[in-house]
DNA sequence: TTAGTTCGGTCAATATGGTTGACCTATTAT
DNA sequence: ATAATAGGTCAACCATATTGACCGAACTAA
């Protein structure tokens, strides 16, 4: 059955929500949460990014980082190296551990995109693409 | 600029967060939050609706809904009557209040939406609601 | 070399938004 | 009369964020 929902404003919230359910229930049993698996999602794409890289693109203080972060460390998720250009400079990275977890969390949300793009198909998929970048894009100026 | 993010679930976290940047700062100035716009949102979208179907909705625990709830009834945004029919249930409306600053919310994401629709064109506006339709439904089954 | 700046880590206080569990009243249904 | 439903409220708890302050190590520029 459908929601009934038509407006954009509406289908975005649910979407979202969804989309967001499989992972946040697996996290909850290791004990971690949206944030961790947030973490993990930019450091699996831009591995040996830097912490201060990580505070912008989550867009939180480096307070906030902290504690998910010394936990993914501590849990052996994440690995945090020295820069050896500039030792002051932290380099992220997943660990093989830190890897697997964020490619089933994600797993679920990629087969759930997968499987709304197939039914949609590669026209809408494209739109929606164009649509949501336009969006994120939109909101800096 | 583009952030250079092509991969959708990217696109959804940013898009999201970009929807949700403004009214944030606003509701701020009031002392409110995310959730006060999500109850007024669905208060306006079905006029008279019942605590318990909001609930329903936004997937909450009653005690959780409590506080939002009983600050925007206090604050005039919310007006909680009895059912005439089943006075044990109270039908939610926004006031004139409610109305005015829910405009003022929502109006700000429905003018991204705008813009980013006809940036994109009606086929790609066809495409993302046709996408987040199967988003939302498909993590229901 | 000294002085200043940046990167990262950490503590503390505070706010918000959610959870469970328990309990109460009023109302309706059996 | 009894049970079920709708709603409100209290309490304890946890996670996620904020700001402000401070620290050490390391790099940069005077």
Same mark, same amino acid.
């Given at each position: 059955?459908?929601?009934?929902?038509? /407006? #954009?404003l509406a289908l975005l919230y649910f979407g979202f929500r969804?989309?967001?359910?499989? #992972?946040?229930? /697996?996290? *909850?049993?290791? @004990?971690?949460? +949206?944030v961790h698996h947030r973490v993990l999602f930019f450091i699996?794409? %831009?591995? @040996?990014?830097? !912490? =201060?890289?990580?505070? $912008?693109?989550?867009?939180?203080?480096?307070?906030?980082?902290?504690? #998910?972060? +010394? +936990?993914?460390?501590?849990?052996?998720? !994440? %690995? =945090?190296?020295?820069? #050896?250009?500039?030792?002051?400079?932290? +380099?992220? $990275?997943? $660990?093989?551990? @830190?890897? *697997?977890?964020?490619?089933?969390?994600s797993g679920h949300q990629r087969r759930l995109f997968a *499987?709304?793009?197939? =039914?949609?198909?590669?026209?809408?998929?494209?739109?929606?693409? =164009?649509?949501?970048?336009?969006?994120?894009?939109?909101?800096?100026?």
């Open positions: 059955m459908s929601l009934g929902e038509n /407006e #954009p969804t989309v967001v359910k499989r #992972p946040d229930e /697996e996290l *909850a049993r290791f @004990g971690l949460g +949206r699996a794409r %831009r591995p @040996g990014l830097p !912490v =201060s890289e990580l505070m $912008t693109i989550l867009d939180v203080s480096k307070q906030a980082l902290h504690a #998910p972060l +010394r +936990r993914l460390v501590g849990g052996g998720f !994440v %690995r =945090s190296a020295e820069n #050896p250009e500039d030792r002051r400079e932290r +380099r992220l $990275t997943l $660990t093989a551990r @830190g890897k *697997a977890l964020e490619d089933r969390l *499987a709304a793009f197939k =039914s949609a198909g590669p026209a809408a998929a494209r739109g929606f693409c =164009s649509v949501m970048q336009r969006l994120a894009d939109g909101g800096a100026g």
